[in-house]
């Protein structure tokens, strides 16, 4: 139950904390909460004032609702309905001071959709602030008490409609972008999921003030904090009575971090607004007079489609558009009202952009007007899914090291940190550094395989804003280097850079690339194509699909079907009681088909014998069938058709097969002679 002693702390805190509110905001109009029935009641609201005391500060504002009077934020004013009403949380717009139709804060609030971890929530707010920072634009981080956060975004020359409409954009587009994170709708529930709400961008439209108290039992309070902080802190661990230590050690966090991101000017960040509300153009300013880079965020959902597609399509196979949809939603990728043209619209636009930037397309498109994966086809049975192993406690303290070190301010460390993840890849690698040097460069250490690769690192808080391609080629000579790189934590994605990288023969290397090729243990001859001049991201694709679909999946596919077949074929000979005859065909161009067999017995599923029966039934093994590279290539064929596969192996494939089958650390089969001619299968 809410009590007198709560009423004296609340009143305490503002009066404290009612100074910092108005200098951050001024006299704004505000509105409280109280809960005169316990905090497990719901909230008695205090939103227009009627005959209020001469000495309480007032402000009148219009809403949608109409004009009204308002308790102005003012310190004496909070304390004043913190005693008369009970006030515990306060309430406003964000308005300007002079102006309370017109927004002083963009405010987005990231909330649980169900049960999400704080990790979950840190991650979207991390997310948001890079999508801002795309637009020049950064914001106050607040924990707000109740386990969610809200990011108040300070802006000018704006009106609360054109904001509004924006931020809407934006976050459909963030929610597009990463549907396993984000969800927009307001009762949307999943677990792990981060709601991204916006529509709290109007007058009469409130949201929690910093520094408000909340109206739970120990008086959390909604925080503001440093972004670099944000991990640390547990939110609602800060209370009104514990408030006065986190001040007097960190100060006024939302005056400090609002002085460190000074003026953002909406108005030359939007180039236009259509009367459309589904498309939105956007610049990227950089510095004062340099051109704008225009970014489209017409079809908000289109993240969500390549996603999904990218998802179904990883199996190797084909499909349309149709089919794509109608598997995207019956595994809950995509919502039941996409349609068929959405989709295929949605995916030829990104193979059109991604070529247009001069980038491989993940997904590419076939005569017959269906999608797959941008990779050698594969449509070969599925092999068993082995989870891959989590990296190790060095691989991890590694890349918390690059994560730390790329946007920090001692390029050095970076340097080192790249250098030392190099070398746990296989490299030798040497840290140089300094002015008028290369910052390092890596040896393969692959015998005459060898090569060696220059090193150029870039630290950035966000994306690389000058990427140099000619500086990182520079020292190529005289180190005798055959591969350069450029390693920042990402890179804008511009058809100059890429130009300039394939000029002057450098790999752009992202943060997220050296810590893929970590993650999966990648080894300096894998390694090799992604230093080809232009985006590692593309070959280290090409090296993960082949790992999972290339010639380890082939001769496993083989070799599983041999040892199945092979089973079969020898125990339902072993256990024939009638005479067969096996007819296949001498000339390996004519394979293909099923075996053919003669006999009052049927055999299937490429299953056969020759037959050789002693006089009680039991088969003479002398005579038996020999499972030959040819026979096996018929087996496998048979079996590799019954599975809907469109190709058959090869002559290579089943030598290897029938060398990894007879290894003496797999043993699954043995030779039957020296001469290595023909197989025997030893068990299921």
């Known amino acids: 139950m809410k009590t007198a002693r709560i009423d004296e702390l609340c009143a305490q805190h503002y009066e404290r904390v009612g100074p910092l509110l108005e200098a951050s905001l001024g006299s704004i109009p505000v509105a409280s909460a109280s809960f005169p029935n316990g905090f497990e009641k719901p909230a008695q609201w205090h939103v227009g004032l009627h005959d209020p005391p001469p000495a309480v500060a007032t402000v009148q504002a219009a809403t949608p609702s109409g004009t009204h009077t308002y308790l102005a934020l003012h310190d004496r004013a909070l304390a004043w309905a913190a005693h008369h009403f009970g006030a515990v949380e306060f309430y406003s717009w964000a308005p300007r001071p002079d102006d309370f139709e017109r927004p002083a804060f963009g405010r987005i609030?990231?909330?649980?959709?169900?049960?999400?971890?704080?990790?979950?929530?840190?991650?979207?707010?991390?997310?948001?602030?890079?999508?801002?920072?795309?637009?020049?634009?950064?914001?106050?981080?607040?924990?707000?008490?109740?386990?969610?956060?809200?990011?108040?975004?300070?802006?000018?020359?704006?009106?609360?409609?054109?904001?509004?409409?924006?931020?809407?954009?934006?976050?459909?587009?963030?929610a597009s972008d990463h549907p396993t994170l984000f969800v927009t709708q307001p009762h949307a529930h999943g677990d792990g999921l981060v709601r991204i709400a916006v529509a709290k961008n109007a007058p009469g439209t409130f949201t929690a003030l910093p520094y408000s108290a909340r109206g739970l039992p120990?008086?959390?309070?909604?925080?503001?904090?440093?972004?670099?902080?944000?991990?640390?802190?547990?939110?609602?661990?800060?209370?009104?009575?514990?408030?006065?230590?986190r001040l007097e050690k960190?100060?006024?966090?939302?005056?400090?971090?609002?002085?460190?991101?000074?003026?953002?000017?909406?108005?030359?960040?939007?180039?236009?607004?259509?009367?459309?509300?589904?498309?939105?153009?956007?610049?990227?300013?950089?510095?004062?007079?340099?051109?704008?880079?225009?970014?489209?965020?017409?079809?908000?959902?289109?993240?969500?489609?390549?996603?999904?597609?990218?998802?179904?399509?990883?199996?190797?196979?084909?499909?349309?558009?149709?089919?794509?949809?109608?598997?995207?939603?019956?595994r809950k990728l995509l919502p039941t009202d996409f349609n068929q043209r959405y989709v295929y619209t949605s995916l030829i636009e990104y193979i059109t952009r991604a070529r247009g930037g001069d980038r491989k397309p993940a997904i590419v498109q076939d005569e017959h007007r269906n999608f797959r994966i941008n990779e050698p086809l594969d449509d070969w049975p599925a092999l068993p899914d082995t989870p891959a192993a989590p990296p190790d406690v060095q691989t991890q303290g590694l890349i918390e090291r690059l994560t730390k070190t790329a946007t920090g301010s001692d390029p050095a460390a970076f340097e080192i940190a790249v250098c030392d993840a190099f070398a746990h890849l296989g490299f030798a690698t040497t840290h140089v550094g300094g002015l008028k040097a290369p910052d390092g460069y890596a040896d393969a250490q692959l015998g005459p395989l060898g090569y060696r690769v220059m090193i150029e690192c870039k630290t950035a808080k966000q994306d690389v804003s000058q990427p140099d391609a000619f500086e990182a080629a520079k020292y190529r000579d005289a180190f005798h280097a055959q591969y350069c790189t450029l390693i920042g934590p990402a890179f804008p994605n511009e058809i100059e850079l890429t130009s300039e990288l394939h000029t002057h023969g450098v790999s752009a290397w992202t943060l997220d690339d050296l810590k893929t090729a970590l993650t999966i243990a990648a080894n300096a001859h894998e390694l090799r194509a992604c230093f080809e001049p232009g985006y590692a991201a593309d070959a280290l694709t090409d090296l993960i699909w082949e790992r999972h679909h290339g010639?380890?999946?082939?001769?496993?596919?083989?070799?599983?079907?041999?040892?199945?077949?092979?089973?079969?074929?020898?125990?339902?000979?072993?256990?024939?009681?009638?005479?067969?005859i096996l007819s296949l065909s001498k000339d390996p161009e004519q394979r293909g088909g099923a075996a053919h067999v003669e006999g009052s017995t049927s055999v299937t599923n490429g299953a056969a014998t020759n037959g050789a029966v002693s006089a009680n039934g039991a088969t003479r093994a002398g005579d038996a069938a020999l499972l030959t590279i040819d026979a096996a290539m018929v087996l496998v064929d048979e079996a590799l058709a019954a599975a809907g596969s469109q190709r058959a192996c090869t002559r290579e494939e089943t030598q290897l097969a029938f060398e990894y089958l007879t290894n003496p650390i797999v043993r699954q089969a043995v030779w039957t002679d020296a001469s290595q001619s023909s197989i025997v299968i030893l068990s299921s």
């Open 109 to 174: 609030l990231l909330e649980p959709a169900g049960n999400t971890p704080p990790q979950a929530l840190h991650d979207a707010a991390h997310i948001v602030r890079r999508v801002l920072a795309k637009f020049d634009f950064d914001a106050i981080v607040m924990l707000d008490g109740h386990g969610s956060l809200a990011l108040w975004l300070p802006v000018t020359d704006t009106t609360f409609d054109a904001m509004s409409l924006w931020l809407h954009q934006l976050a459909a587009r963030i």
């Open 218 to 245: 120990h008086l959390p309070v909604c925080l503001p904090v440093h972004w670099e902080e944000l991990h640390t802190i547990a939110d609602g661990s800060v209370t009104v009575e514990t408030l006065p230590a």
């Open 250 to 330: 960190a100060g006024d966090v939302f005056a400090l971090e609002r002085a460190r991101i000074g003026p953002q000017s909406f108005n030359s960040v939007i180039l236009s607004l259509s009367k459309d509300p589904e498309h939105v153009i956007l610049s990227l300013s950089k510095d004062e007079g340099s051109a704008e880079l225009e970014l489209e965020l017409a079809a908000p959902r289109y993240g969500h489609v390549i996603s999904a597609a990218l998802e179904i399509l990883n199996d190797g196979k084909t499909r349309s558009a149709e089919q794509i949809l109608s598997e995207a939603i019956a």
């Open 551 to 580: 010639e380890r999946k082939r001769i496993l596919t083989v070799a599983n079907l041999i040892r199945t077949t092979g089973w079969h074929l020898q125990t339902l000979s072993a256990g024939l009681q009638y005479g067969v």
